[in-house]
């Protein structure tokens, strides 16, 4: 069946600039995850979703930084102002529920020049 | 602070042989752990997992072995081959959200 889908697969910006990032969870999956992966390091936790709703935003790094999910299925990350300190792979995962295996998309790659 | 992470950056093991990749801990709360696989351009997939009330857990060519005393976990992989070659990271769910907190990750590499 169909894994967790991301888009773009690659984004170059320049400084200053807004992006959006795509996430199609697996279907019926009810619970969606936002990482982001600097080179050399393991994948750093953003947002969690369950439904429509955002549960916990903790790893959030600042308020440039917005994701929604509005129909609790497809969730978008938002970043304002691009910096390029925010160059990284923004990792997405989804799961049937909190506490269960988390399923990884391939990553949206950000280059921010 | 708290975290999770791996002793060795790099690991090189012949095809056919054992592979043993380790990892510690330092919340001794913790008590869920996954260990996941990443190549190149992918996401992590995962491999296996193990909660605190176990010591040991087996899947097919991979084993996990959990020891909370000194909080500490491997992963072992038998008969290692060029598919396996990755960077493997351990990480804990962390509270009651499943949110996962990663290591840095150890790169095995398979000689054939």
């Known amino acids: 069946g169909a894994g967790v889908s991301q888009t773009p697969s690659n984004k170059v910006t320049e400084k200053g600039k807004y992006v959006e990032l795509r996430c199609d969870p697996i279907?019926?999956?009810?619970?969606l995850y936002w990482y982001r992966q600097s080179l050399g390091q393991g994948p750093e936790f953003l947002i969690y979703?369950?439904?429509?709703?955002?549960?916990?935003d903790s790893g959030l790094p600042n308020d440039r930084f917005f994701a929604v999910r509005p129909e609790g299925s497809v969730s978008t990350l938002k970043i304002q102002r691009t910096e390029r300190g925010d160059s990284a792979v923004y990792l997405c995962?989804?799961?049937?529920?909190?506490?269960?295996?988390?399923?990884f998309g391939p990553g949206t790659r950000l280059t921010v020049l | 602070g708290e975290s999770v992470g791996l002793h060795l950056p790099t690991l090189s093991v012949q095809e056919g042989d054992n592979s043993i990749i380790n990892c510690a801990y330092s919340?001794?709360?913790?008590?869920?752990f996954i260990w996941y696989k990443q190549e190149s351009g992918k996401g992590p997939q995962f491999i296996i997992d193990?909660?605190?009330?176990?010591d040991k857990r087996q899947g097919q060519r991979v084993t996990v072995l959990l020891n909370k005393t000194v909080k500490h976990l491997s992963l072992q992989i038998a008969a290692t081959q060029p598919g396996d070659s990755a960077v493997y990271f351990c990480?804990?769910?962390?509270?009651?959200?499943?949110?996962?907190?990663f290591g840095q990750g150890t790169t095995l590499q398979v000689k054939p």
């Open positions: 995962a989804s799961s049937p529920a909190r506490n269960n295996e988390q399923f």
């Open positions: 279907s019926g999956h009810t619970a």
């Open positions: 979703f369950q439904g429509t709703g955002a549960a916990d």
């Open positions: 919340n001794s709360a913790s008590d869920y």
């Open positions: 193990i909660r605190s009330n176990m």
């Open positions: 990480a804990e769910i962390r509270g009651n959200t499943g949110k996962l907190i």
